[in-house]
């Protein structure tokens, strides 16, 4: 049986995530930087136009962190509920 979670997308955990997570993750920025770098090195430079599907994009930092730094790729984003 699926566990019924009494969160909800207008709890203060919601609107406090971006500033707490950091401090929950030691290198939690770093590991976007990274990312980013590592998926950049794996898309070919010949292809510029990329579409990524981001599963569990609930906060959002891989959207801003892969879209301010790659402007020809674009995104769907889906939160894990």
Do not use: C
């Not at 979670?5 to 920025?29: A, C, F, H, R």
């Not at 990274?34 to 998926?39: A, G, R, S, W």
């Not at 930092?61 to 509920?81: A, D, H, S, V, Y």
Request: charged share 20%; aromatic share 12%.
């Amino acid at each position: 049986m699926k566990e019924v979670s009494n969160m909800n997308w207008y709890s203060d955990e919601v609107y406090n995530y971006q500033t707490k997570i950091p401090l929950k993750i030691p290198g939690y920025d770093e590991l976007y930087k990274m990312m980013n770098y590592l998926m950049s090195v794996y898309v070919s430079s010949e292809n510029k136009h990329i579409h990524m599907l981001i599963v569990g994009a609930g906060g959002g930092q891989e959207l801003i962190t892969l879209g301010n730094r790659n402007k020809g790729w674009t995104f769907t984003g889906e939160p894990l509920l």
